[in-house]
């Protein structure tokens, strides 16, 4: 059946909640151990225990630190849902991906060789949980 117009919003929003329980499960249904659950649960592990230790510490201490409020912020959001701390995790987040994107990211290509880049690279794409349904 069509979807009525008034309920198209509701139904896009329903999909972008549902894309990340599918690919969850998916990668659930391949790898079910105690490391994959850890990896899924936790975003910021590849960044902080595979690329960071490949990078010098002052160029992380940024991103660490967002990694830490972000997670102090999803504590929060569970236990009082208002809009403040909703509008500074998106904020935060927004901010925290495009540093780690054109900045840290650029850096490491920049400063790091093949090797070096290599090694972990191999690791992310390892762990990396994947964005396509």
């Known amino acids: 059946m069509l979807r009525d117009p008034n309920l198209i919003p509701l139904s896009h929003q329903h999909h972008n909640g549902l894309a990340p329980c599918v690919l969850t499960n998916r990668s659930l249904v391949k790898d079910g ?3 994959n659950l850890h990896r899924l649960a936790n975003p910021f592990a590849i960044d902080e225990e595979v690329l960071f230790a490949a ?8 991103p ?3 990694h830490r409020r972000l997670e102090l ?4 959001l569970r236990q009082s849902p208002f809009e ?39 690791e992310i794409d390892r762990r990396a949980v994947r964005n396509s349904l």
């Open 33 to 35: 151990s105690p490391e």
């Open 84 to 122: 403040p701390p909703v509008r500074e995790f998106t904020a935060l987040l927004h901010s925290h991906i495009r540093i780690e994107e054109s900045g840290l990211f650029e850096q490491a290509q920049q400063l790091l060789s093949r090797e070096a880049l290599d090694q972990p690279g191999a």
């Open 73 to 76: 912020l999803v504590d929060t």
């Open 55 to 62: 990078l010098n510490i002052s160029l992380v201490a940024r």
């Open 64 to 66: 660490r630190q967002d």
